[in-house]
């Protein structure tokens, strides 16, 4: 099949309501229109990849080593395969030359030249069936090469045509009404001469009529769902999300270990050189909510130093912690012995062995997730735009979308100069909150750094907060696309 026909037939799929297969690429290197980090799905069977204006994927004079039409992704039934277009520059899957063709898998890393940029491939499980209809379409007419966008908007122009004809045929049908009522009031006034013709000429036209009526229901009918795809074609640009992303992006902070000091029970002490990082944010009441393991790591993680951590803090001994937190136009500090967490907490025994002076777990970490919240008093009230509802945290419909904000893999941090978290999208998986306390959720398009985020809803055209970013589901030790979001109504 010509890669024209494909991309037509895959446009016309999505446009009726079909599922089709898709995959996300993640900008490992900057593009001419990404930065590192970002993510695009891919729903189309075949894009370009290269410095041309008619690819997709598109690099600019920056990368010479880029050619301008490179190399080519291709979808064959449920199959991907990297397709070298260069004669002069290679392309690379995992670092191997691919020669022609090399087929890819997910998570394989793309790289144009051997000095080039690089992109990670992932497969997404349930193609274009969760995406919106407006994205689709939006991902559709950006995706297709010059020659198949023309084609659609010449199919968007057709439906308006069509929507005129039908406006047409509807006037004309009115304008019968009118003489058909008209006849009725003059055969109305020959009923005493003619009483058997006036009735006959009655059903006659009664018959008509209803004739009318009903091709004047069925076109109204194709006419409204013309005009409701024509409309959205139209569409440029999801307004909504963009405005969620500019109303809450300076109150999403980037949480961080800066020192930990430990006082052992025998008062000996030493600082440790441990850190980790996660996401906070702040609230129109002054709290800055995070989630507890980005507080409490030993809790819900082991090594040789979280273990000392949790030893001194279950038998006497005390642990100081500094944290900071930083958006794009503010800095918090404080202490842990400023953040209040659950009150129904699962201590975890250690024990000391004296030939290491190493301490022990007797038990695996906590895997409680409900009570994986917590937060700080700032003060600071009335400064963020973040308002939470606890009330719908619970009571959230399975497919409604996630707003979900986070610095995962540490992207967006301070060290960029530019405190800016990544904003992405997921979905409800289950109604109502999971017998273990939280919300589940799929299409989990956050990961590790994102934990502490907010999760936002969007009701009656209000933003609203309704959980924090906790965990993803493993499977044979990956991470799924599974996760789960703690209710904000959790926190006590």
């Known amino acids: 099949m010509a890669k024209s026909t494909q991309v037509l037939k895959t446009s016309m799929t999505i446009l009726t309501g079909g599922n089709v297969p898709a995959y996300t690429l993640e900008y490992l290197s900057p593009s001419k229109n990404k930065d590192a980090g970002n993510f695009e799905t891919i729903v189309v069977p075949y894009i370009e990849l290269g410095r041309s204006g008619s690819c997709t994927i598109q690099y600019g004079e920056d990368n010479p080593t880029v050619s301008r039409q490179h190399a080519a992704i291709e979808r064959r039934d449920n199959n991907y395969f990297l397709l070298q277009l260069s004669s002069t520059n290679p392309s690379l899957i995992n670092g191997v030359p691919i020669g022609k063709e090399g087929q890819l898998n997910n998570g394989d890393e793309i790289q144009l030249s051997l000095e080039g940029p690089r992109l990670r491939f992932n497969i997404t499980p349930a193609g274009t069936s969760n ?136 008062r000996s002490s030493g600082n440790l050189n441990k850190s980790w990082v996660g996401t906070a944010f702040l609230c129109d009441d002054g709290k800055l909510v995070t989630a507890r393991h980005c507080i409490q790591a030993w809790r819900f993680s082991e090594d040789e130093i979280l273990n000392n951590i949790n030893f001194c803090e279950n038998n006497g001994g005390e642990v100081i912690i500094k944290f900071k937190a930083y958006s794009k136009i503010d800095t918090i500090e404080f202490y842990y012995d400023d953040v209040i967490v659950s009150e129904n907490d699962i201590i975890l025994p250690y024990v000391q062995d004296n030939r290491a002076t190493k301490y022990t777990r007797k038990r695996a970490p906590s895997r409680d997730f409900k009570s994986d919240w917590a937060y700080v008093n700032t003060g600071r009230s009335l400064i963020s735009n973040i308002s939470y509802d606890k009330e719908l945290s619970t009571s959230l419909k399975a497919g409604e979308k996630l707003y979900v904000f986070g610095y995962s893999l540490a992207s967006g941090g301070p060290d960029r100069k530019n405190v800016e978290s990544l904003f992405s999208e997921s979905r409800v998986a289950r109604s109502g909150v999971s017998p273990e306390g939280v919300i589940t959720i799929t299409d989990r398009n956050y990961e590790p750094g994102s934990s502490g985020g907010p999760a936002f809803v969007i009701d009656e055209n209000t933003i609203k907060c309704i959980g924090i970013i906790s965990f993803s589901m493993l499977h044979g030790g990956e991470s799924t696309s599974i996760g789960g979001i703690v209710p904000i109504a959790n926190i006590k």
Request: with cysteine; glycine share 2%.
């Open 131 to 266: 995406l919106g209809f407006t994205k689709k379409i939006n991902l559709v007419i950006s995706q297709a090469s010059k020659p198949y966008r023309r084609a659609l908007y010449t199919l968007a122009t057709i439906f308006i045509l069509v929507c005129a004809a039908g406006a047409w045929f509807i006037y004309s049908q009115h304008k019968q009404l009118r003489t058909i009522e008209a006849a009725n009031k003059e055969l109305k006034m020959k009923r005493e001469q003619d009483s058997l013709a006036y009735q006959q000429e009655m059903n006659k036209s009664a018959a008509m009529f209803n004739d009318l009526i009903q091709g004047k229901k069925k076109h109204i009918e194709e006419i409204n769902m013309l005009n409701t795809q024509i409309q959205i074609l139209a569409e440029k640009t999801d307004l909504k999300d963009t405005e969620i992303y500019q109303a809450v992006k300076d109150n999403i902070y980037f949480l961080q270990v800066g020192e930990i000091k430990v006082i052992y029970p025998d």
